[in-house]
């Protein structure tokens, strides 16, 4: 048996697939040693890439042949079962039956979800899986759980949540007890939907987290908790306000130092120092969103991934997997690993 | 009767109280001879300011003493039944005796929320007032209902958050049918929780209004609807993300200017350029949040107004009766007014 960390990687997902996904998996293997990958999807298409990619270790990179693709606007679940053969039912089902530990995808968000949970056995007691991405902020990462998967969850299902964010936090950005906080219209107690006001005691009850309180959407891009809990409606509407506003707000500026002769010059002169600043606020720094609480790890990276972020998402999973992630997840929610 | 229309103002409420309140409430007293505004709260305090501010029109100036001050964080439906002298409670009464047309604060956001629902009435019909900020975007104006009242609102009273803000989108920023959207996690139709998959269809259905669909939050600092219609819990998530993104981003940004003699020379130069982009980003210049639905106006400016923004919230109010918005609001409705 060989020691390799084995992750399969949708090579027909996202904008740039297949070239800069076979590109980043080539990348992956070339940067370390104890991974092997498995390209999944078009088989033509996936050799043709590797022929311009010069020398690799063949040994640890090969192709799963798959003849269907899903495309982003799919109706998710119906196009994970119509399309058994697509790269990314095929690479989900190599997670499920073991003969992968992770799978790297930039395809559609909505038939990972679904194929996620669908596919990907959870681990034995976490009642539901959820999407958690990492955010930049002015104080490192943060991470916003849940995000994509539970529209409408129970509470019991947002301590889960909480506890798994907790867990993925502590290993995977090295910070011990991070600060867990659920998203709230303010900072006292008794502020909230229903639903927050039926979670907040149990998080409060929940001795395995480090758990300080409300916090406010306002609070998140200044870095006010590194585990910020939720339900997926509001996480996605506060991801996507985040992603939004910084786009607009840094093409506006960059329209504004083209109007005239000063701005150009200003503009070049601050290149440097806002080049650093932009580096700060690079979410795929952190890699993709983890799809957390089944029996292997699940990545979906950004849609117009690079072969950066590609080789980001591999090496997300090569760390999960080398820190036992999914081990310490199941011990500190007292449930037993498979 | 005098043909002024007459808007109170909480004197005593926000962080520059009462000493921007008071200046800006003079300047909209100079600028607006339609105007006549009453002053709220600590008398003393109130006239001591007015000794500073020249020379102003007195006849169309007064003050109104109350002598409570509700503060920021005291739980707003105690604070509401209890200080009933407050400059809060005194103002809204004043607004629902109909003694004034309108009432701005600057004063904490839940205790005009709660005594604007319980001091002043509502139009007949209509089920619950909602919070209408607005934000800036990308192409103009965007108004985000609710965004603090209704945490758990049903699906008719999302009918008629959208109905009212595209009444008052359409005369106080002058444009026919504006589009309305409602915040979802995708632009098909069947996606989103509970309550979305049932307003959807209803709001669909509503001849009153423009209604485009489904609306990603990342859409809304782009400018994507100019009506976006959402839950109060998902409204404060989407609001206090803009706000947080934008502030960080900025101050990042100005914090990098100063790292070096090259980018602080640079900074120079970029200044007027970016400084008519923050003019476009500023949503001042928009005026308060508006409390829809009720008999009279209600105004909600920020904590940190200066006096540019109650001078701005003031006129607010003065467009709002002479474009006569309650009126079209009710008829657009079907709905009698009072």
Redesign the interface.
């Known amino acids: 048996m060989s020691e390799w960390i084995k992750v399969a990687v949708d090579a027909m997902g996202g904008d740039n697939a297949p070239g800069e996904i076979v590109k980043g998996a080539v990348e992956a293997v070339r940067a370390n040693e104890n991974v092997s990958v498995t390209l999944v999807g078009l088989q033509e298409q996936i050799e043709a890439v590797l022929a311009t990619c010069g020398e690799y270790p063949a040994e640890r990179l090969s192709v799963r042949a798959a003849s269907e693709v899903i495309e982003t606007?799919e109706?998710p679940v119906d196009a994970i079962r119509r399309k058994r053969d697509s790269s990314m039912v095929v690479g989900l089902k190599m997670v499920r039956s073991g003969e992968c530990d992770a799978f790297v995808t930039a395809g559609s968000s909505?038939a990972v979800l679904a194929g996620g949970q669908l596919l990907v056995k959870r681990i034995k007691g976490i009642e539901r899986a959820a999407l958690a991405p990492i955010l930049p902020?002015?104080k490192g990462p943060v991470i916003l759980i849940d995000c994509?998967a539970n529209?409408?969850p129970r509470a019991s299902q947002m301590v889960q949540f909480a506890q798994m964010g907790s867990v993925y936090y502590e290993h995977m950005c090295g910070v011990k007890d991070p600060q867990v906080a659920i998203?709230n219209?303010?900072t006292?107690e008794?502020k909230?939907?229903?639903l927050?006001k039926e979670v907040y005691p149990l998080l409060k009850a929940c001795d395995s987290i480090n758990f300080t309180g409300n916090i406010?959407?306002?609070?998140?891009?200044?870095g006010g908790a590194q585990v910020v809990v939720?339900?997926?409606?509001?996480g996605?509407?506060?991801?996507?306000?985040?992603?939004?506003?910084?786009?607009?707000?840094?093409h506006?500026?960059k329209d504004?130092?083209m109007?005239?002769l000063?701005?150009k010059?200003?503009?070049?002169?601050?290149?440097?120092?806002?080049k650093?600043?932009m580096k700060?606020?690079d979410a795929s720094e952190y890699g993709g969103a983890p799809l957390l609480g089944l029996t292997g790890l699940v990545v979906k990276t950004h849609g117009n991934s690079t072969a950066k972020e590609i080789q980001g998402g591999i090496e997300q999973c090569i760390l999960f997997k080398e820190k036992r992630v999914s081990e310490h997840l199941a011990k500190s929610m007292g449930l037993e690993t498979e």
């Open positions: 606007g109706p909505g902020s002015a994509g529209m409408d998203v219209v303010g006292e008794e909230g939907n229903a927050v406010e959407a306002r609070e998140i891009p200044a939720t339900d997926a409606f509001t996605n509407a506060i991801l996507k306000t985040y992603e939004g506003t910084a786009s607009v707000l840094l506006s500026i504004a130092l109007t005239d000063r701005s010059i200003g503009g070049l002169l601050i290149k440097p120092a806002v650093g600043l700060k606020f």
